[in-house]
């Protein structure tokens, strides 16, 4: 008989009192977090504080030491892996397949075939704003147009849960700010349950519609708060530069 902590949550995403520990080293401590569905949630935290492991530990590529990830009510790491799409700070698009190709991967990892996977593929490229470079070989691309072809090779299976891990965090200053409202409005279009890693304070708050914020390793959310501000918004509202102190004062203290 399952007691109270141990039931299954309806919430998407949970962590209970979730360690995890690498031989003496503990990166998370006692973790508590439930994401909303549909809701934007970034993690903000130090170097080390455990941000990518939270990630990973969601994707089932990990398991907690203590404590219970859940996924959709379920707990065990082939179920979580099955609900979750997971997008590295590197694009990792194959060189020898085109756009199209790289973007069509994720749907033929699922057994569909590979005309058909191009083919559901390709009605997206002028809505990703990438009409008329789906022959190109990554090579070709910039950084910004790669990772708008990891992204929507992260969103074609259809998983209810995204894991954004620092997806812009190797761009330049320009290309980050496009790409960060682009995904605004990409996730207008198309909401799903994000879980955001990201050592940009200013990018979280634009982007989330909460903020969890990290303590130094061992990693614990010491203190979260909304962002309540209406969509579509705007890099410069002066409520986001509020919202940074707030965040960055938390790091600080």
């Given at each position: 008989?399952?007691?109270?902590?141990?039931?299954p949550t309806t919430e998407p995403l949970?962590?209970?009192?979730?360690?995890?520990?690498?031989?003496?080293?503990?990166?998370?401590?006692?973790?508590?977090?439930?994401?909303?569905?549909?809701?934007?949630?970034?993690?903000?935290?130090?170097?080390?504080?455990?941000?990518?492991?939270?990630?990973?530990?969601?994707?089932?590529?990990?398991?907690?030491?203590?404590?219970?990830?859940?996924?959709?009510?379920?707990?065990?790491?082939?179920?979580?892996?099955?609900?979750?799409?997971?997008?590295?700070?590197?694009?990792?698009?194959?060189?020898?397949?085109?756009?199209?190709?790289?973007?069509?991967?994720?749907?033929?990892?699922?057994?569909?075939?590979?005309?058909?996977?191009?083919?559901?593929?390709?009605?997206?490229?002028?809505r990703f704003g990438l009409a008329r470079?789906?022959?190109?070989?990554?090579?070709?691309?910039?950084g910004g147009m790669r990772q708008r072809?990891?992204?929507?090779?992260?969103?074609?299976?259809?998983?209810?849960?995204?894991?954004?891990?620092?997806?812009?965090?190797?761009?330049?200053?320009?290309?980050?700010?496009?790409?960060?409202?682009?995904?605004?409005?990409?996730?207008?279009?198309?909401?799903?349950?994000?879980?955001?890693?990201?050592?940009?304070?200013?990018?979280?708050?634009?982007?989330?519609?909460?903020?969890?914020?990290?303590?130094?390793?061992?990693?614990?959310?010491?203190?979260?708060?909304?962002?309540?501000?209406?969509?579509?918004?705007?890099?410069?509202?002066?409520?986001?530069?509020?919202?940074?102190?707030?965040?960055?004062?938390?790091?600080?203290?």
């Amino acid at each position: 008989m399952q007691t109270e902590a141990e039931a299954p949550t309806t919430e998407p995403l949970t962590f209970q009192t979730v360690t995890r520990r690498f031989g003496a080293v503990t990166a998370l401590a006692g973790v508590d977090l439930d994401l909303r569905r549909g809701e934007v949630t970034a993690v903000v935290g130090p170097s080390g504080c455990g941000k990518s492991t939270l990630l990973e530990l969601v994707a089932g590529l990990q398991e907690p030491d203590e404590g219970t990830v859940r996924v959709l009510g379920a707990a065990d790491a082939a179920a979580r892996r099955a609900a979750c799409a997971y997008m590295p700070q590197r694009d990792l698009l194959l060189p020898w397949r085109d756009a199209l190709g790289n973007a069509a991967l994720a749907l033929e990892c699922q057994g569909v075939p590979r005309a058909e996977a191009r083919r559901r593929a390709a009605p997206l490229f002028e809505r990703f704003g990438l009409a008329r470079f789906e022959r190109t070989r990554p090579a070709a691309l910039s950084g910004g147009m790669r990772q708008r072809v990891a992204f929507l090779r992260t969103l074609l299976p259809g998983r209810p849960v995204l894991l954004l891990d620092e997806p812009f965090g190797a761009l330049d200053a320009i290309t980050r700010i496009d790409l960060q409202e682009w995904l605004a409005g990409a996730l207008l279009d198309d909401p799903r349950t994000v879980l955001l890693v990201t050592h940009d304070v200013e990018e979280a708050a634009f982007l989330a519609d909460r903020v969890v914020v990290l303590s130094p390793r061992p990693g614990r959310v010491i203190e979260q708060f909304e962002v309540d501000l209406p969509r579509p918004r705007s890099p410069a509202d002066p409520l986001l530069a509020e919202l940074k102190a707030r965040a960055l004062e938390a790091l600080r203290a």
